[in-house]
């Protein structure tokens, strides 16, 4: 299992999901272009003392980080797409090697990405907020799929 963040522009949300990447042991890579540095102060204080922890790669574009990963499967999941066709989070058949893929907070994923994927997932909302925080999202997915390919086990993670 891996995380990607497409084009993150948050700093504080990116550093969330790399202490959420050091506590599950997952590899992070963030695609470019970044609406931050890595040395900004609110990446590196919401992810604490954990940076060291964290299996960070950043690509410098999409077909960079497909070529260097080799994903066995992408899973796509997006804020920018409300009306998003894809299963629900809680319904989808996740498998080890799959790789999450988030889009940048403001725009989420561009079409010419989700085009023809089929491996989209969504988190259902109801009433009037339009999206989840990506912090969020990462959260919920990760520990789904975790869960449903069994890397949950007592001796994968320690107690929070």
Known sequence: MQLILYTPEIPQNTGSIARLCAATDMPLHLVEPLGFKLTDRYLKRA????????RLTVWPDWQTMLEGVRPERLVFTSSGHRGIIGAPYHEFSYRDGDCLVFGSESKG??????AGQPHLVRIPIRGCVRSLNIANAASILLYEALRVTG??????????
């Open 47 to 54: 992810g604490l003392d954990y940076w060291p922890h964290v």
């Open 109 to 114: 994923l561009p079409d010419e990405l989700l």
């Open 151 to 160: 890397g949950l086990e007592a001796e994968t993670l320690q107690p929070s």
